[in-house]
């Protein structure tokens, strides 16, 4: 029996035993995706669906396979590796499935991968599960039933309960935080005139970090998105502002005519773009959050004080932008810009959620976390491109 095998724990201690065993690998599950998605982009990041460090679907595949070790064992090591390494792919296509069917969430995509099949697995990641079964076989998984085993009975109980209640209430809050966004871009999306599914797309159906690049560069050899992004970036993305309404100027003119930041975008190597961009958030930003009643002031502020940075950083703070970029940012803005009022803060920590560690609390920060996305991405420069027609058309006459 898998009792005798592996847990000598029986009864109720037995079921808060594999409790436990499974909030341990959503939290192993976060910290290796962590790890490797952070080193491709340089930089902590959020992974998964969960706002909080669990990843669920490798701790379900490491649930399956737990039988399966014994089941498997009259078979060689090697093919025992590769049966847990093609169950560990079936159960990352049914987890995609699961989240796109359902909650319309597509968190990664394998399409531009040699031998995928829709997107959803591929045969490079199937190699990576084989890796990552071998270190469970031989050391994750007798490490977390000796550490489960030894937990005194009183403990065991009560913390598989706590855990597993943490991981139930992140995932129904998780559900309701992205259909709260979700609503949002549709009443933005309808309120500017843009069909929200391509939009929907942006801001929850994630690419593979090293994906990106691929993904990008096949876009940049096509005639019309050369053309336009050419148009956007030479026209658009200048140091002027579009938006003529006082309000907004008024809104970020002593950002923008502080010294300190001025010597920012001006002096340090590639601030100069990404100051146009931030003005560009601002803007949307402001724009999307007149039109639905929210304080427009504040998202446009947040959105160009969270590109802020110094000209001049020790190796101490180049490593804090690393680990934590936001937070130190935030500590720029108030110590060189002046105090920050609530929303502006939580735009400047969170507005890049969902990769972030926390969700934004403001509707605000949530409209600049999308502004942001539909700036930065090239891939949605179209709609771009309808809500800047007129500048567009402009320019092609000019």
């Known amino acids: 029996m898998l009792s005798n095998q592996f847990f000598s724990l029986q009864g109720l201690d037995l079921v808060a035993g594999f409790m436990l065993y499974f909030a341990v690998f959503c939290v192993v599950g976060w910290l290796i995706e962590m790890t490797y998605l952070g080193t491709a982009r340089q930089g902590m990041i959020n992974s998964g669906f969960l706002q909080g460090p669990f990843i669920p679907a490798f701790a379900c595949g490491t649930l399956l396979i737990y039988p399966f070790t014994l089941l498997a064992a009259m078979f060689p090591v090697w093919l025992q590796l590769v049966l847990f390494a093609i169950l560990a792919t079936i159960i990352e296509y049914m987890a995609h499935w699961t989240l796109e069917k359902i909650l319309g969430i597509r968190i990664w995509d394998y399409s531009d991968e040699f031998l995928h099949f829709q997107g959803r697995i591929c045969l490079k990641y199937t190699f990576f ?198 937070t130190t940012v935030l500590q720029w803005v108030t110590k060189d810009l002046g105090k920050t009022n609530r929303v502006e803060r939580d735009i400047i920590l969170w507005y890049k959620w969902p990769i972030n560690f926390k969700a934004p609390a403001t509707m605000e920060a949530l409209m600049v976390s999308f502004a942001a996305k539909l700036v930065k991405s090239l891939e949605y420069r179209p709609a771009l491109a309808h809500l800047y027609k007129a500048e567009l058309e402009i320019a092609a006459h000019g």
């Open 129 to 326: 599960w084989l890796v990552l079964v071998t270190l469970l076989v031989y050391v994750l998984q007798p490490l977390a039933v000796a550490f489960i085993e030894h937990l005194p009975r009183p403990v065991l109980r009560p913390l598989a309960l706590i855990m597993f209640v943490i991981i139930g209430a992140d995932y129904i809050y998780s559900i309701r935080l992205f259909g709260r966004l979700s609503r949002a871009i549709t009443r933005v999306c309808g309120l500017m005139g843009l069909e929200s599914g391509p939009l929907h797309d942006l801001q929850f159906n994630r690419p593979r970090i090293m994906n990106e690049k691929k993904r990008v560069k096949k876009l940049l050899h096509l005639a019309a998105n050369r053309e336009l992004e050419q148009t956007v970036l030479t026209r658009l993305f200048v140091d002027r502002l579009y938006l003529a309404e006082p309000a907004f100027q008024a809104a970020i003119r002593d950002i923008i005519d502080h010294p300190k930041f001025q010597a920012w975008h001006d002096h340090q190597d590639n601030a100069s773009l990404t100051y146009r961009q931030h003005l560009r958030i601002a803007e949307l930003s402001w724009r999307f959050c007149q039109a639905m009643g929210f304080d427009a002031t504040a998202a446009a502020r947040g959105a160009l004080l969270c590109a802020y940075k110094r000209c001049k950083l020790s190796p101490i703070s180049h490593a804090r932008t690393v680990l934590f970029p936001q």
